[in-house]
């Protein structure tokens, strides 16, 4: 190997010698700068004839050593000039940013405003797409059939296992718990009216909705943000192609449409699970279960679940579209958009939900 | 220099690659030494990224050993391949920068790596390396995305060269770069090459860079490397693709 980057005072001069590049300088780094400092104070010659080489890291720390400007006499040989005239030609100066102090006000405010922007973008967003609408109820041959049917392959035939995998789970620890309380007070049968309502009414929906909004809500996110990243969407609307008929409208509508169905094979295999835990833990038959089930669970109960899975699913996909347009074309942005995609669709979620439980407060309840 | 001059810095012995039913490199071999600047042609398509991405270590080859400053990439740990791969920079045809990072983060990123140096020494160093490739300091603050096509290679290129790696690999360095800037490029390269002895293994279509930079030129055909030696010597191979490359141009240019 070459020799290592060293420096020998002699008398009246300092002279380097080895190969100063930044590989070598690495093992020698605290002492050698302090080294260097130290000639510098006390001597104002310096000889690099014998450096065998200098690169424009070494440049710099010499330039540093030398407080920014030529020694008063230097020894340099010409292979070596140029490295060095670089570094001392250059400018520091990095042209900053003006950063305005900040108020206090100044982050609520902004959070404000960035809401603000973000609702009028998902408005806007909707709004297209009712335009979309009529455009295709014109043009029915432009209707993007296929991606439709991808989109409700995707989001809904994909989700059964495990939705029906949860739904089960919950409807079986319902039940159970249920079941001990019940039975404390010696009202078992009423078994039947908590199960059905609770899920049908409430746990279906918003259970489908959470998953959804984790499995395909990200994905939808992701896959419009990759395109912008990629400048596919930007292909796209060159070939004339609409990129919300093409890329948005399929997948709101799509997931729209898979909501419901969703809804109802969720909560038909939380009841199943219900049922069974209730025929295990309390003996309760099943003949029994079903034949009482619709006589404690009117049917308006089933409209408002499927109702809510509908608007749910609307929800999530074009928030899902929103997020994934607002990509700007970076790594960061992509995580930071699938994140807040999914988060605001599980809040708005549960929000609207609660807005459908004051709004149907009088319908479905059963009588007894 | 003794013991350093008889190993090569870059040596491939018997590279075969394949992807699924496609054969790219059959046994092929390969030598650069010290000092040289390799231009690499072929046909577009003829697998010379791959064959880059094989020397860095980032694709395995079906079969055949490669060997960088003398010893196996792949052979060694962790430490082992970070201690090589931090002797070599490349330039990655579609530029790679980190889409989350500025400009200067992406060229300081590498430095930060080192962990040894300190701020102000990597502002100076970044802000060099950008001047070495005709970027102005405003531009330090932008991201990738905001960037040109050819500002991204020479972002690239930088970023590559922060380092100061013994050996450069760079695919296609010029492709989207204006006449004068390629003409920078050759100079910027070819004086690292005089005060540092770099070593560069780097593809390229363009005939200018290969006429101004090259002194050795391998050619990729036919699956493996046909020829290797003196840009000379191997522009006037009796060979299609050869004769095509070098044809029209030769003569203006060499
Ligand atoms: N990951 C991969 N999987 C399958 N095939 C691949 C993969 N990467 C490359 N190939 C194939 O290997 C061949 C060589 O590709 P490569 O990118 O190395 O070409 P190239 O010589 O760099 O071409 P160009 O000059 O156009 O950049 C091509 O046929 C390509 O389709
Ligand atoms: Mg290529």
Redesign the interface.
Known sequence: ??APPSLQLEPGKVVLTGTW???AL?AQ?PALPRDLEFAARNTPAWDLSQVE?????AA??LW?TWGESWPAQLTLPE??R??LN??AK??????T?TEKARSPWEIPGRLVLAGASELRGVIALFGQLLLDLGHLLRHPADVPWREFGANVYKAGALALPVTAMVGFLIGVTISYLSSLQLRSFGADIFIVNILGVSIIRELGPVLVAILVAGRSGSAMTAQIGVMR?TEELDALSTMGISRTIRVVLPKVAGLTVAMPLLVLWASAAALLGGMLAALLQLDLSLAYFFDNLPRAVPLANLLIGLGKGLVFGFIIALIACHFGLRV??????LAANTTTSVVTGITLVIIFDAVFAIMTRHIGVPNL | ?TA?ATTAVLELQGVSTRFGQILVHHDLNLRVDAGQIVGLLGESGSGKTTLLREMLGLWRPSAGLIRLFGSDLLAGGHLEQQAIR??LGMLFQQGAL???LSV?DNIAFPLRE?K??DE??I???V???L??VEMM??H??L???ELSGGMVKRVALARALA??P?LLLLDEPTAGLDPDRSQNFVELVA?LQ????LTVVMVSHDLNTIAGLATHVAILAEKRIIAFGKKEEVMHLDHPFVAGFFSKERHKLL
């Open positions: 190997m070459s590049t930044l590989a690495q780094l080489r200098l690169d424009s890291a710099i720390l540093r292979a070596l140029e490295t670089r570094v250059l400018s520091v100066e990095v042209p940013s990243v700007k074309p970076n790594t960061e942005s | 220099m350093l931090r002797r980190f889409s989350a200067f080192l040894c140096l102000d020494w502002r100076r160093l802000l060099l390396k001047d070495m300091p405003v330090a603050s991201m990738p995305a380092l100061e013994e004086s005089q005060s540092l002895g």
